[in-house]
């Protein structure tokens, strides 16, 4: 990650604990920085999982998107379906064609981890005005 999308994720971060209400934190959400490519992919609904090399709690059931550098805003959510977990062949296999990446992608991610999770989303919302951090 570069300086400004982890300066702008840290500003979100701020933000989100500060403006969200107890209740929305109490309903396990949390916060994850995508690239604006990918993050395009998700509310278009082309892309049905979010892969990551860790995860959260499995307690989590809203995912606010930031869309990281040069957008630098939170441009919606989704609720999650469920995570898929298992070595990074076993992922790609069930996810692959809602993935919303290529191979080689996914491959290069992943190099060198031996577990992989896929976050599936079972709903998105597009917000009608993004969140900018630093207001």
């Given at each position: 990650?570069?300086?400004?999308?982890?300066?702008?994720?840290?500003?979100?971060?701020?933000?989100?604990?500060?403006?969200?209400?107890?209740?929305?934190?109490?309903?396990?959400?949390?916060?994850?920085?995508?690239?604006?490519?990918?993050?395009?992919?998700?509310?278009?609904?082309?892309?049905?999982?979010?892969?990551?090399?860790?995860?959260?709690?499995?307690?989590?059931?809203?995912?606010?998107?930031?869309?990281?550098?040069?957008?630098?805003?939170?441009?919606?959510?989704?609720?999650?379906?469920?995570?898929?977990?298992?070595?990074?062949?076993?992922?790609?296999?069930?996810?692959?064609?809602?993935?919303?990446?290529?191979?080689?992608?996914?491959?290069?991610?992943?190099?060198?981890?031996?577990?992989?999770?896929?976050?599936?989303m079972k709903s998105v919302h597009?917000?009608?005005?993004?969140?900018?951090?630093?207001?």
């Open positions: 990650m570069n300086l400004i999308n982890k300066i702008c994720l840290e500003e979100c971060n701020r933000f989100i604990h500060s403006v969200l209400s107890e209740s929305t934190l109490s309903n396990r959400s949390v916060i994850l920085s995508i690239q604006p490519e990918y993050a395009d992919k998700i509310f278009n609904k082309t892309k049905k999982y979010e892969y990551r090399k860790a995860i959260f709690s499995p307690n989590v059931k809203k995912v606010y998107v930031y869309s990281s550098s040069p957008i630098c805003k939170i441009i919606g959510y989704f609720i999650i379906d469920e995570i898929v977990q298992g070595s990074p062949s076993t992922v790609w296999r069930k996810t692959s064609k809602g993935g919303g990446i290529t191979r080689e992608y996914f491959d290069d991610y992943f190099d060198g981890h031996d577990t992989a999770y896929a976050i599936k597009l917000l009608k005005k993004p969140i900018e951090p630093k207001t």
